[in-house]
């Protein structure tokens, strides 16, 4: 099991910046697909960026190339993502997710590959 907790959502204006961190804890021991999501009102949970804790290689939806970054703390169980240059958009709920082993191009954003889930986190993008 993997307990994960998201924090540093809010409200920005189009342009900011945010970052989101989360904390995950349990069985940590093992690499993990660390992913993060978003869900909009009204819409399917997406796929925002992946990362695997043993070699950090990383995925990113095309909408967020560029613009936001992922990253990790194996030492202190942190994930975070840096969003800069926000858009309404971007406007949702983010979550934390865990899968046991790697990340691949063709699964990272797959919603039904994480059983581990964060409780997410508002972020709120206006014009």
């Known amino acids: 099991q993997v307990q994960l907790v998201e924090s540093g959502g809010g409200s920005v204006q189009a342009g900011g910046s945010l970052r989101l961190s989360c904390a995950a804890s349990?069985?940590?021991?093992?690499?993990?697909?660390m992913g993060w999501f978003r869900q909009a009102p009204g819409k399917e949970r997406e796929g925002v960026a992946s990362v695997y804790t043993g070699i950090a290689s990383t995925y990113y939806a095309d909408p967020v190339k560029g613009r936001f970054t992922i990253s990790l703390d194996n030492a202190k169980k942190m994930l975070y993502l840096q969003m800069n240059s926000l858009e309404p958009d971007d406007t949702a709920m983010y979550y934390c997710a865990a899968a046991a082993g790697d990340c691949y191009s063709g699964s990272w954003y797959l919603v039904r590959k994480y059983p581990y889930w964060g409780q997410g986190t508002q972020v709120t993008v206006s014009s």
């Open positions: 349990g069985n940590t021991g093992r690499r993990y697909c």
